[in-house]
């Protein structure tokens, strides 16, 4: 019957100022890459429901070049971040590759309700995805994919909050999300997978959205060497920072003795 038919999918139109959000939003570019600070909330890319996404409006970062950029790895929409673009079919083989061995490391900040009982460590905890009528969900799973996550605290607010600092290894869907829900300290404003304990009550300087933000990228270039891009946290992270009393500038990336070992002298 009619009713049987797949509804079409909703069509976004690109006006102007989605255009100069976009442009906006570029903290990098080369001749093969750019890299862009994604707004918590706004998809990558569509799907039910979402009419609003980046993929759509890829054509305005073209500027000199006739390829459009090609999109190198996925983000959660509710996640703020850097996100990678491949300038070129050669750039885009190159990157995925390094993804693919995992070669690129990414640096997330969040800040989770409560204290780590260790303040670093490694989370592997196994993960799979599980569909229902309230949507897809993923949980803690010893039969489901290997999710390797590490993590270090960088600062606290008494024993109500903690900045946390986290290196995935793999790449699952909401794998932050779901290790830190599973450290015991759910991350702040993550109600899918904290409930109401991710929230703090009458904290008016703290907004009831997702506090995770990808930081910092780091990646082998295709001209050769190692690159890093940094993005500033998100508004509404920015404020939960200052007002916690957090120190934005203590650091980025408290990984790096990790990279002695990985890539040497060669991060630019």
Same mark, same amino acid.
């Given at each position: 019957?009619?009713?049987?038919?797949?509804?079409?999918?909703?069509?976004?139109?690109?006006?102007?100022l989605d255009v100069d959000m976009l442009l906006q939003s570029v903290?990098?570019?080369?001749?093969?890459? !750019?890299? !862009?600070?994604?707004?918590?909330?706004?998809?990558?890319?569509?799907?039910?429901?979402?009419?609003?996404? !980046?993929?759509?409006?890829?054509?305005?970062?073209?500027?000199?070049?006739?390829?459009?950029?090609?999109?190198?790895?996925?983000?959660?929409?509710?996640?703020?971040?850097?996100?990678?673009?491949a300038r070129s079919a050669r750039a885009a083989s190159f990157l995925?590759?390094?993804?693919?061995?995992?070669?690129?490391?990414?640096?997330?900040?969040?800040?989770?309700?409560?204290?780590?009982?260790?303040?670093?460590?490694?989370?592997?905890?196994?993960?799979?995805?599980?569909?229902?009528?309230?949507?897809?969900?993923?949980?803690?799973?010893?039969?489901?994919?290997?999710?390797?996550?590490?993590?270090?605290?960088?600062?606290?607010?008494?024993?109500?909050?903690?900045?946390?600092?986290?290196?995935?290894?793999?790449?699952?869907?909401?794998?932050?999300?779901?290790?830190?829900?599973?450290?015991?300290?759910? !991350?702040?404003?993550?109600?899918?997978?904290?409930?109401?304990?991710?929230?703090?009550?009458?904290?008016?300087?703290?907004?009831?959205?997702?506090?995770?933000?990808?930081?910092?990228?780091?990646?082998?270039?295709?001209?050769?060497?190692y690159f890093q891009v940094v993005s500033d946290l998100s508004p509404?992270?920015?404020?939960?920072?200052?007002?916690?009393?957090?120190?934005?500038?203590?650091?980025?990336?408290?990984?790096?003795?990790?990279?002695?070992?990985?890539?040497?002298?060669?991060?630019?």
């Amino acid at each position: 019957t009619l009713n049987e038919r797949p509804q079409p999918k909703k069509r976004f139109n690109v006006t102007d100022l989605d255009v100069d959000m976009l442009l906006q939003s570029v903290i990098y570019k080369d001749d093969h890459v !750019i890299a !862009i600070n994604k707004p918590a909330g706004l998809a990558v890319q569509g799907g039910s429901g979402m009419s609003k996404h !980046i993929d759509a409006m890829l054509n305005s970062l073209r500027f000199e070049m006739k390829e459009r950029p090609k999109l190198i790895h996925p983000l959660d929409k509710d996640t703020s971040a850097q996100l990678l673009f491949a300038r070129s079919a050669r750039a885009a083989s190159f990157l995925t590759k390094a993804f693919k061995t995992r070669d690129v490391h990414k640096i997330y900040w969040a800040i989770v309700v409560g204290l780590p009982k260790i303040k670093y460590g490694k989370i592997d905890i196994s993960l799979e995805k599980q569909g229902s009528k309230f949507g897809e969900k993923v949980v803690a799973d010893k039969n489901g994919k290997r999710a390797v996550t590490y993590y270090r605290t960088v600062d606290n607010a008494s024993s109500k909050s903690t900045w946390l600092a986290m290196m995935p290894e793999t790449g699952r869907t909401h794998q932050l999300r779901v290790h830190c829900a599973e450290l015991g300290t759910p !991350i702040l404003g993550d109600g899918k997978y904290g409930g109401a304990s991710a929230f703090f009550e009458g904290a008016e300087g703290i907004e009831k959205k997702l506090h995770l933000h990808a930081k910092a990228i780091k990646f082998p270039h295709p001209d050769g060497g190692y690159f890093q891009v940094v993005s500033d946290l998100s508004p509404h992270m920015k404020r939960s920072w200052k007002y916690l009393g957090f120190n934005e500038s203590l650091v980025v990336d408290p990984f790096e003795d990790f990279y002695e070992e990985w890539y040497g002298d060669n991060v630019e």
